[in-house]
């Protein structure tokens, strides 16, 4: 199975603290996202890492890849209590369009 | 205003019935997804299509069933075959690598 798996499970921080967390998946991938779900609500994207990317950054997040270790880790920076929900990373292979999830990291920010 | 829905979002059932979970999309995608998620877990697979009348079987498609037959939208019914049919039910559909999520259905049998 090509499913990443996420560490830690879950992890609680102090607002304005950094979180971060890990994906792992197991064979050749072209991209990895990450993405963040609410409690009980839809999936939202965050961001997307291409195979022959190292390093991405958006706002407060920062992606980086190891294709050779097959990981990547999510880091959050400045953290706000709004950030509190699930966080799930998603590989997908060459021209195969389906997407494989993660069994997520639930991070919750305390205030 | 783009998007998907899902209708409706808690839905009740007695076992042995089957049901029909929404999934519309007003964004133009091709491609579109059936995923379920148990509590604490990721979303496991259970069908796609990439196209109008096409659609393939996902890691667990047991005890369900899709249709295709617009672009807008792809319906999943749960059988009274699959055993244990309790969970979320997310929808998505993707543009050029990145999946956009419908809000979900939560299916309870009983």
């Known amino acids: 199975s090509q499913q990443g798996e996420e560490d830690p499970q879950a992890l609680s921080i102090q607002e304005g603290e950094n979180a971060t967390m890990n994906c792992s998946y197991k064979t050749s991938i072209n991209n990895l996202q990450w993405y963040r779900q609410n409690s009980g609500r839809g999936l939202v994207h965050l961001i997307l890492i291409r195979s022959n990317e190292r390093e991405k950054h958006s706002g407060r997040l920062r992606v980086t890849l190891d294709t050779s270790k097959k990981s990547s880790s999510l880091l959050i920076t400045a953290s706000r209590a709004a950030d509190t929900a699930s966080y799930f990373c998603a590989t997908d292979r060459y021209n195969f369009n389906k997407f494989y999830f993660g069994s997520g990291t639930k991070l919750n920010v305390k205030p | 205003d783009g998007g998907i829905t899902q209708s409706p979002k808690y839905l009740f059932r007695k076992e042995g019935q089957n049901v029909t979970l929404s999934c519309e999309q007003n964004l133009n995608h091709d491609a579109m997804y059936w995923y379920r998620q148990d509590p604490g877990q990721g979303l496991r697979l259970i069908y796609y299509?990439?196209?109008?009348?096409?659609?393939q079987k996902g890691d667990i498609a047991e005890g369900y069933s899709v249709s295709r037959e617009k672009k807008e939208s792809f319906p999943l019914t749960v059988t009274s075959a699959q055993k244990n049919p309790t969970a979320f039910y997310l929808c998505a559909s993707s543009l050029a690598n990145e999946q956009y999520f419908g809000p979900g259905t939560r299916l309870t049998v009983t």
């Open positions: 299509s990439q196209i109008v009348n096409d659609f």
